[in-house]
């Protein structure tokens, strides 16, 4: 629960809100159920280290927990160690407890990039996605290096698909373990195309595996979902939850053109609970916003299923929340008193630009509750300076994320408990 608002917390929001009257407002939004102002609760934080400020909850610091150029996904280990993927450099590498110089953990992947810490077999395992399979290695504590693999899945699709050519748009893979069970996602190769929903396996879909074999007990699970990054199983259920980035450069409709008005706030992104054999929508459906990121109906994409004939959109699954548009959520983390903190890494194409902030929804008898920012300030006034990938929780309550635009990740300490 968020602590009362102090009086910096309440010039920053009266900054924010007359920066928002003026010339230079704040990027147009769709207002999140809830209509939860950006700023809200968040006070200037400078960054230790740093020559930067973030804007957090009342009461946190945050500093610079490590230097790692590209990084993306994070897991912190029993022992205190931090594990970041370098997937551009083809490496996982390793932080010391407490933070500092990383050192190479491995690098006989191709462009690792999801890790989960997982109990499979009585024994302690770490699973690393690369793009072509899942490989997991026994966890032994104060390991300077990764110990020998096993692989798990191969033969997962990637640019040397002959029908691809070599372009694969969301190549890197992400994953989720509950009990034996191993999720992948295998996101779509294009923007926009019906032959990833023809293909074996199908693209912009989740699949699952038995996590103690090789390629046993492959299944599809759920499919029409664009590119699902984060995955991750809430607390105390064996419920698969994904962000998933969806579509840019979408044709309105109602005009049969790409405006920019449109484009700017259509599809938003989506945050799902992930239901046996269902169908999110992508490529021929999009979730509608335009009444609320909730109860959103499905429209017929205009240059897919123009006619309804490739899919009927009055079937597809519900959308558990929307996202704005073009935010880019990445890393999903489920952690105590904050519920689901989503990394939105930013927008690429919008006319302003969105995202660029951790967010978070706190958990509601099982499914989110309202968005609020948990950390902003990313953006500057002509480009960004970090871009959110993922969260970790540190042992005392710490949050560190990763930015793979600065090189950063950085630690965000809540003030004492009590």
């Known amino acids: 629960m968020r602590r009362p608002v102090g009086i910096v917390a309440l010039l920053a929001l009266l900054a924010v809100l007359v920066t928002a009257c003026g010339k230079d407002a704040a990027p147009a939004e769709i207002a999140p159920t809830g209509s939860v102002s950006p700023g809200a609760g968040l006070a200037p934080v400078p960054i230790a280290g740093t020559d930067h400020t973030v804007n957090l909850p009342a009461g946190w610091t945050a500093d610079v927990y490590a230097r790692v150029p590209k990084a993306r996904f994070l897991l912190v280990l029993p022992d205190g160690a931090l594990l ?199 490529p021929f459906c999009n979730p509608n916003p335009d009444g609320g990121l909730r109860d959103m109906p499905y429209q017929r994409d205009h240059e897919l299923n123009r006619d309804g004939s490739a899919a009927d959109c009055a079937t597809a699954t519900p959308v558990d929340v929307g996202i704005q548009a073009h935010s880019a959520p990445l890393g999903l983390t489920f952690v105590p008193d904050l519920g689901a903190v989503v990394a939105l890494h930013g927008s690429w194409n919008r006319s302003q630009p969105t995202g660029y902030k951790v967010i978070n929804f706190p958990w509601v008898d099982g499914r989110p509750g309202d968005q609020h920012d948990l950390a902003t300030g990313f953006l500057g006034a002509e480009a960004p300076w970090a871009r959110p990938v993922d969260v970790a929780r540190l042992a005392d309550g710490a949050l560190l994320v990763s930015d793979d635009y600065g090189g950063t990740v950085f630690r965000f300490t809540p003030p004492p408990s009590g």
């Not at 462009?111 to 077999?121: C, F, I, K, Y």
């Not at 996101?187 to 019906?194: D, L, V």
């Not at 038995?210 to 759920?222: E, F, M, R, W």
Request: charged share 20%; aromatic share 8%.
């Open 84 to 282: 970041v993927s370098r997937p551009d450099a083809g490496q996982v590498v390793r932080v010391p407890a407490g933070g500092g110089h990383p050192t190479t953990f491995l690098s006989s992947l191709d462009r690792p990039h999801d890790m989960v810490l997982a109990t499979v077999g009585g024994r302690q395992w770490i699973y690393v996605a690369a793009v072509d399979r899942v490989v997991r290695y026994p966890y032994v504590a104060d390991a300077a290096t990764a110990g020998e693999p096993e692989v798990v899945v191969d033969g997962l699709p990637d640019e040397s698909l002959p029908e691809l050519g070599g372009k694969y748009g969301h190549v890197l893979k992400n994953i989720a373990l509950d009990g034996d069970t191993l999720y992948v996602s295998i996101a779509s190769t294009c923007n926009a195309c019906a032959s990833d929903t023809r293909s074996d396996p199908i693209r912009g879909a989740i699949y699952r595996w038995d996590a103690t074999g090789h390629n046993a007990g492959k299944a599809l699970v759920a499919r029409g979902i664009r590119n699902a990054e984060g995955l991750a199983i809430a607390p105390g259920t064996h419920d698969l939850w994904v962000v998933v980035n969806n579509r840019d450069n979408i044709i309105d409709p109602a005009t049969g053109r790409k405006d920019t008005a449109y484009v700017d706030n259509h599809p938003p992104e989506e945050f799902i609970k992930i239901r046996q054999g269902g169908f999110y929508g992508w």
